[in-house]
């Protein structure tokens, strides 16, 4: 269980770093801040709950994937490669997923 929820964290850590150090969703970020500065408080708050709650499902499903490979590499050790394979494609699907949603959130605030 401690393992998931590591994995589950680390996700959730990694997807907010990438907010952090990417051009586009920080000016994504600025438009939400000058939304709610400029008394447009509901499309503020819609967008950072869009994109919080994006981030907590890519973090869970995530965690869930390495969760499931560890255990799996546990009982069947011979098929680490196979299984490590399919753990990072997955693992990227979500995260790409989850960096979609993040964008559109602050999109629909900065947008319009």
Known sequence: MKIKTLLGLGAAGATLGFIAVNPALAQATEGASNAILSGNLGKGIGGGLAAGLAVIGGGLGIGRIGGSA??????????????GTNMLIAAALVEGATLFAVVVGFLGVSGA
């Open 70 to 83: 560890v255990e799996a590499i546990a009982r069947q050790p011979e098929a680490s490669g196979t299984i």
